[in-house]
């Protein structure tokens, strides 16, 4: 089953709320040698947090750890099917959520996968939705992935 993430998940890992940044860092840990996907626009949606509510300055802080994320892992990002449209549009119980919500759902719907997210707006009906908790134990990345993640903390979203 493909695994999705929304941007919940992967900004989730610089939340000031300390359950909720231990659960998505321990999602990514779990998952280094495998791989999620997101849509390019959830995607977008991070690059447009951190470019548009961070200083230069903090940037330099959050980018190295996130590169280096990414480089490790395969994180898959993809664009929006026309199914994965109709879907969204099409599933009843989508209808209560923004459009943005919806193409998300319906994305991981059309193409049979689990969405993990934070936000538990999109705990709607009988939906392929984790909503990831928090975890009492912090894992680690690997030491060298580690020391830029401890390093972009100075950032929290």
């Known amino acids: 089953?493909?695994?999705?993430?929304?941007?919940?998940?992967?900004?989730?890992?610089?939340?000031?709320?300390?359950?909720?940044?231990i659960a998505c860092k321990n999602f990514f840990v779990k998952r280094l040698n495998q791989s999620v996907t997101m849509s390019l626009e959830q995607v977008g949606?991070?690059?447009?947090?951190?470019?548009?509510?961070?200083?230069?300055?903090?940037?330099?802080?959050?980018y190295p750890f996130m590169d280096r994320l990414h480089t490790m892992m395969k994180i898959?990002?993809?664009?929006?099917s026309n199914n994965d449209v109709q879907v969204s549009l099409s599933e009843f119980n989508l209808a209560c959520l923004p459009l943005f919500?919806?193409?998300?759902?319906?994305?991981?719907?059309?193409k049979e996968g689990i969405l993990y997210t934070v936000d538990p707006t999109l705990l709607v009906g009988d939906l392929p939705v984790k909503l990831l908790?928090?975890?009492?134990?912090?894992?680690?990345?690997?030491?060298?992935?580690?020391?830029?993640?401890?390093r972009s903390l100075k950032v929290r979203i």
């Open 1 to 21: 089953m493909i695994e999705f993430i929304d941007a919940s998940v992967f900004l989730g890992m610089h939340s000031p709320n300390e359950k909720i940044r």
């Open 45 to 62: 949606k991070c690059d447009d947090v951190i470019w548009s509510c961070f200083t230069d300055e903090e940037q330099a802080e959050y």
């Open 76 to 80: 898959k990002r993809i664009p929006y």
């Open 101 to 110: 919500g919806k193409l998300t759902l319906g994305m991981a719907m059309s």
């Open 133 to 150: 908790v928090g975890d009492d134990e912090e894992l680690s990345f690997p030491e060298e992935l580690e020391k830029h993640y401890q």
